[in-house]
């Protein structure tokens, strides 16, 4: 218990370090989203230095687990860890949205290193990770493929089609995470366009649903654990979170969901992740 | 006479004995595609999708990405329309090894009416970075394509049709993705076309003998990357183009020869397809004779070119 007791401390001090980056590089980017990508933080922090199994010298190992970032607008997020762990060096998060930079506004699998999937479209990534799923079930690998999505992305359409085949073709290898922050482009998703009963909709696709507190490392780790325990079905993490977590001003305030701080108020978020 | 369905089917059941990568996916249409009887035969590599045609895209690009080939199958208007922006941001931006084989392009879908006739796809296809667009002319050619199609790396666009046509090309006959065929010769005119408009091509030239002008039949199997060299060739060695496809002429292989035209070669030029307009429902025949995608109209049309160019002549001379 001890040495777990340590692996979420030094989650927790990723995740802070993660968050830094995000906030500089929207920051220097100067447009972007920091809400979505500061509540989904903690689970992709969890994901990337604790949960996955990946080689950053070797992008393509066939054996790695997978990563889809179906919310393709929280790539900061996603260049963030990619850099720390590895992939590529932490110096060129400055260059994102610029031109020239290999670190596009939505996630480019062909310019940078580590992204699995073009995605920004929203509601397409689900439908991707079935696909690499079933690759995956035919040859027989033991890879495990991670699906993020946004609570307002579950309102397009071709996510429960993909809900439908991942059931249908009894994909256990795939586990979506739903980033229920409760607040989407135009406001509150309950007001927007309802999405509740979000674990009865997804109990009825078939799905097995773990819900929890999508910023306790420990809650997090756990559902990893059980998701991949679990066979014949695939199976959805919702986890509640709250938008824009870690700095003050931006937390539940949906004007912040594609904003990117001025110098300011950058300063004053670092001030608060340290 | 056969459909170039039945000729993908076929393809697709020999490519599956040679190359176990190949897997297909369609969306509850497998009768309609002939993707049927590559699911009887390996059943372990054909996933129907059920009636979600963007959850299936997205599917084939998963695919893709753990080194399968995968075939998706439905008809042309729901691969283009319904899952445009699939086939566009999951497939054709990170140029992904996905084939999109449509059938039922065109109006010969026939009693369905337009709802399932597709008259646009070429030009959307056309129109996404990344994407090659081929309209094969027969059975034999549509074999050729898919099989071809594999040997690319990246996402292609086959259009194929419900109804049977004649065969127009053989086995020995060239097929190479980007290099149009000329199947006929003559030196006054030019007529290239694709899918079924092939045959009724080789048709309107022969009419056009009779009246003693001599037309030089292309088939463009590949509308886009779309052979710009043979373009201007036929246009140097005869004196106007006419361009026949079962296709809006906004958009399709009339637009992607006049882009040539004006560009590089400035051609008496005229076109033969769908007059911006939905068909009908009707017998495929019917439809055709109903919209002008016949002989007759090409042959029309070929007079009224040649008769413009002299006039023009004429006119010349005069001043």
């Known amino acids: 218990m001890v040495n777990r007791a340590k692996i979420i401390k030094d989650l927790q001090k990723k995740a802070r370090i993660i968050r830094r980056d995000i906030i500089q590089m929207l920051y220097e980017a100067g447009s972007g989203h920091c809400g979505g990508c500061l509540s989904s933080t903690d689970i992709v922090t969890a994901l990337y230095f604790h949960h996955l199994c990946y080689k950053p010298d070797n992008p393509d190992w066939p054996e790695r687990d997978r990563f889809i970032l179906s919310k393709g607008h929280c790539v900061p997020l996603l260049y963030a860890v990619l850099a720390e762990g590895g992939y590529f060096p932490k110096g060129e998060l400055k260059t994102l949205r610029k031109i020239g930079s290999h670190l596009q506004g939505h996630p480019d699998m062909r310019k940078t290193k580590g992204v699995e999937a073009s995605t920004g479209s929203l509601g397409q990534g689900l439908s991707i990770a079935c696909g690499i799923a079933l690759g995956g079930k035919m040859d027989k690998k033991s890879y495990t493929v991670y699906a993020l999505l946004g609570d307002g992305e579950i309102q397009e359409g071709q996510v429960w089609e993909a809900a439908m085949f991942a059931n249908h073709y009894h994909l256990d290898n795939i586990v979506a995470i739903i980033d229920r922050n409760r607040l989407q482009v135009d406001g509150p998703t309950n007001k927007i366009m309802t999405i509740e009963p979000l674990v009865d909709k997804w109990k009825a696709f078939g799905w097995k649903v773990i819900t929890i507190d999508g910023h306790d490392m420990s809650q997090i780790l756990d559902a990893l654990e059980k998701a991949k325990e679990t066979k014949d079905r695939p199976t959805v993490v919702i986890a509640n979170t709250i938008k824009g977590k870690g700095v003050s001003f931006m937390e539940n305030q949906v004007n912040w969901h594609g904003k990117a701080p001025n110098k300011e108020e950058a300063e004053k978020a670092l001030s608060e992740l340290t | ?319």
Not at chain 2, 123 to 147: F, G, L, Q
Not at chain 2, 223 to 235: H, Q, S, T
Not at chain 2, 282 to 289: D, T, V
């Open chain 2, 1 to 319: 006479m056969k459909s170039t369905r039945d000729a993908y089917g076929e393809a697709l059941v020999e490519l599956g004995k040679s190359n176990k990568n190949v897997v297909v996916l369609d969306a509850d249409v497998s009768k309609a595609t002939r993707t049927k009887k590559f699911a009887e035969q390996f059943p372990g590599r054909f996933f129907n999708c059920g009636c979600a045609e963007q959850n299936m895209m997205g599917v084939a690009a998963g695919l893709s990405l753990t080194g399968k080939i995968p075939f998706a199958s439905t008809f042309a208007v729901f691969a283009t329309c319904r899952a445009l922006d699939q086939v566009r941001n999951t497939i054709a931006y990170p140029r992904l090894n996905v084939k999109i084989v449509a059938t039922h392009g065109g109006i010969t879908v026939g009693a369905d009416g337009p709802s399932h006739q597709s008259l646009e796809d070429m030009a959307i296809m056309r129109a996404i970075p990344n994407m090659i667009v081929i309209v094969p002319a027969d059975a034999i050619e549509t074999k050729k394509a898919v099989k071809e199609s594999v040997k690319y790396e990246g996402p292609i666009y086959i259009r194929l049709g419900r109804a049977e046509v004649p065969i127009v090309t053989n086995k020995d006959s060239p097929f190479a993705i980007g290099e149009a065929n000329v199947i006929q010769e003559g030196d006054d005119i030019t007529i290239i076309a694709c899918g079924i408009m092939v045959a009724v091509s080789l048709e309107a030239a022969q009419l056009l003998e009779k009246e003693g002008i001599k037309a030089k039949v292309v088939n463009m199997h590949t509308i886009k990357p779309i052979d710009e060299d043979l373009i201007i060739k036929v246009a140097r060695e005869t004196k106007a183009i006419v361009v026949a496809e079962e296709h809006n002429i906004i958009g399709g292989l009339g637009s992607a020869v006049a882009e040539i035209l004006c560009n590089k070669i400035p051609t008496p030029f005229e076109q033969v397809g769908m007059r911006d307009t939905f068909a009908e429902s009707g017998k495929p025949e019917e439809l055709l004779a109903k919209h002008g995608l016949t002989a007759n109209t090409i042959v029309d049309v070929a007079r009224k070119v040649l008769k413009s160019l002299k006039g023009c002549l004429i006119i010349e001379k005069k001043s």
